[in-house]
């Protein structure tokens, strides 16, 4: 059996990463429910909040589910975790800031810890505190990306070799090939973002579903690089006008304004288009339908079996 479905009781090595607006219950659920991994993304969420959809998931699956929260930027951590602890979740994933504070409480509970990292310096040290898996994240991903740009293909090799903890790839995997390419370059899993916004249960405005469905290959632009804030979205007329003030000198905290969590939610759960941005990821080209979790699921799977087995007829 893959080390890493043993470790998380699992049955498929296939992560919905945590979306901050995005990854609620039905979704989350819905994942877990399937056999892979489903994560809620506490985002900015208040406890209250965050409390309400995790009772929701318990009711919907008693499969296990994880909850990310990102460190730098959720403004009720001590409230989040005690709700960690409280609804005995079983796994959290740590990103956007430095985990070391946290990991030894949640070890301490039997939790297990996720660590989502963007380079082999990051992956070690998540190693040497005590995460259980590594997500290494490459700059194809979705929304909020590290300053390091290393591409998804370049940097799991290097994190395989230097941990001994399984690594998960994120950042670019939308199909069965994009896992099968992951599980060859010794990762364990892969974590997808982008492909899960364009499936029935994610409670986004349709619009967003559609844009993705519609994007081609060169549909996401970066913006925030000149800050340090380094963001892929899709390439809508909000995210034009960002790189347009960027370029006239916008301040980092009008930035971070125009950025935040409710122009988010205006635009992909709401659909105003123009009152905020869309975070995408440059597989958004590859995805042309809106199936089921569980059914992209049993694709992803079959697909990654015959892509091996046709290799071999390759190779020999
Ligand atoms: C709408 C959206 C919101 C996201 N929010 C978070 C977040 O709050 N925390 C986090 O660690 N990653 C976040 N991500 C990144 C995903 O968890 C995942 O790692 C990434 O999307 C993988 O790349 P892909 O989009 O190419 O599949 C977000 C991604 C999307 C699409």
């Given at each position: 059996m893959n080390i890493l479905c043993e470790h998380l009781s699992i049955n498929y090595p296939i992560f919905q990463g945590g979306m901050g607006n995005v990854s609620h219950a039905q979704l989350t659920a819905a994942v877990s429910e399937a056999g892979a991994l489903g994560t809620v993304g506490a985002g900015t969420m208040k406890p209250q909040e965050l409390q309400k959809i995790i009772l929701e998931i318990k009711e919907r699956t008693n499969k296990p589910f994880a909850l990310n929260i990102p460190i730098s930027v959720q403004p009720f951590l001590e409230e989040v975790i005690e709700l960690v602890f409280k609804h005995e979740i079983p796994i959290v994933s740590l990103s956007a800031g430095n985990p070391a504070p946290f990991?030894?409480?949640?070890?301490?509970?039997?939790?297990?810890?996720i660590?989502?990292?963007?380079?082999?310096?990051?992956?070690?040290?998540?190693?040497?505190?005590?995460?259980?898996?590594?997500?290494?994240?490459g700059y194809e991903a979705a929304g909020i990306n590290s300053n390091f740009e290393t591409t998804t293909l370049a940097l799991i090799p290097q994190v395989v070799k230097a941990v001994s903890i399984p690594v998960v790839a994120a950042g670019g995997i939308g199909d069965g090939s994009g896992l099968l390419a992951m599980l060859s370059l010794g990762a364990q899993g892969v974590q997808m973002g982008t492909r899960f916004i364009a499936t029935q249960e994610a409670l986004v405005h349709e619009k967003y579903k559609k844009l993705i469905v519609g994007a081609n290959d060169t549909e996401t632009v970066i913006v925030g690089r000149t800050m340090g804030r380094v963001r892929r979205l899709l390439n809508t007329e909000y995210a034009r006008k960002l790189q347009?003030?960027?370029?006239?000198?916008?301040?980092?905290?009008?930035?971070?304004?125009?950025?935040?969590?409710?122009?988010?939610?205006?635009?992909?759960?709401?659909?105003?288009?123009?009152?905020?941005?869309?975070?995408?990821?440059?597989?958004?080209?590859?995805?042309?339908?809106?199936?089921t979790v569980s059914t992209l699921i049993k694709t992803m799977i079959t697909e990654a079996k015959t892509v091996h087995g046709n290799l071999n007829a390759i190779l020999k």
């Open positions: 990991i030894q409480a949640f070890r301490d509970k039997g939790i297990k810890v660590s989502v990292v963007a380079s082999v310096k990051q992956a070690i040290k998540s190693e040497a505190i005590g995460a259980d898996v590594i997500v290494a994240e347009e003030l960027e370029g006239e000198g916008i301040t980092l905290d009008e930035f971070n304004r125009l950025t935040d969590e409710a122009h988010h939610i205006a635009s992909a759960i709401h659909g105003d288009l123009s009152e905020g941005h869309l975070n995408s990821g440059q597989i958004a080209g590859l995805i042309d339908d809106v199936p």
